[in-house]
């Protein structure tokens, strides 16, 4: 931002607010300066950039079109973390450095690391926000990347699946299975999950008529945009052949269950309560 009197270009989150302060988000010299920040980040990770590589609709995408970014000054040849089709990492040759597999071992979500921009979003989420504490930042420099655990594949890790990380990764890196199987969502419905007492809020993100995925909701009150790994993956008896849809009342325990009407069902809830 340009926050004056600060003469500078800092970082939104650094200079305190202060008396008469005049904050711009918005200039030629600022879309500038993000272009050139897009542009680093595109020449060190070409496979967090673009369609080719992802969904094609990370918040890293929109925001190079945002910027403007249609192509990078410095070329996709030089080092980085995309594995290439002779095997070998451009620029170090090493591919035990520079390029590192996708982890799928979650059964949820998948981690690219050639899609990683190191931004630690996902390590703080998993401290502030799931408080688990799951991830760190592991190498220095052009090595540093994600690391579940003691440098272990995320199943083996102190990972709880609650999502957190993936919710909050502005790349692909950390992308939904569902999502990378069947594509973006088209539409969602905000609602409860249906598990316990809670109550939180998701918005169930639908492509057709199939849930592609639950994202907490923010303005949830009972969760702020959080939630446990049921609500955010095991969505699955949505569609569960053995799924109840119709209400059902027994008098006694000993009874068989009725079908009845959602009337009839109401009204012998009221009745029955003293
Ligand atoms: S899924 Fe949750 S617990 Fe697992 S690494 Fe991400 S934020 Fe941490
Ligand atoms: S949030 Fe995504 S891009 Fe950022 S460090 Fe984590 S995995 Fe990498």
Redesign the pocket.
């Known amino acids: 931002v340009y926050a004056r009197p600060c003469p500078r270009r800092p970082a939104s989150c650094t200079p305190p607010v202060g008396e008469g302060m005049v904050v711009h988000t918005q200039s030629d010299r600022l879309d500038a300066i993000r272009r050139g920040v897009m542009e680093l980040y595109v020449s060190d990770h070409p496979a967090a950039w673009g369609e080719k590589a992802g969904t094609g609709g990370s918040e890293f995408d929109k925001v190079a079109r945002t910027v403007g970014l249609t192509e990078n000054r410095y070329g996709v040849d030089g080092r980085n973390h995309v594995k290439q089709e002779n095997g070998v990492a451009p620029g170090h040759g090493s591919l035990t450095i520079d390029y590192i597999a996708r982890d799928e071992s979650n059964p949820y979500f998948t ?1 690219d690391p050639a899609q ?8 703080r989420a998993c401290e502030e926000v799931q408080g688990t504490f799951a991830l760190t930042i592991e190498g220095r420099g052009f090595e540093s990347r ?1 690391s579940a655990g003691m440098h272990e594949a995320f199943v083996d890790s102190e990972c709880v699946s609650c999502g957190a ?1 993936v919710q ?4 692909d ?2 992308r939904e299975k569902t999502v990378l199987a069947k594509g973006l969502p088209e539409r969602s419905t905000v609602t409860t999950c249906a598990y316990c007492g809670v109550g939180c809020s998701f918005k169930a993100e639908v492509k057709g008529d199939e849930v592609i995925r639950m994202m907490p909701y923010k303005a949830g009150k009972a969760n702020h945009g959080h939630s446990c790994v049921k609500g955010r993956f095991a969505y699955g008896y949505a569609t569960h052949k053995d799924r109840i849809l119709k209400p059902m009342i027994r008098e006694r325990v000993s009874d068989p269950w009725r079908e009845v009407s959602w009337e009839e069902a109401l009204t012998h809830t009221a009745n029955e309560f003293r």
Request: charged share 5%.
């Open positions: 981690y990683c921009i190191v931004c630690s979003r996902c390590v994600v990380c909050a990764c502005p790349t890196a950390l």
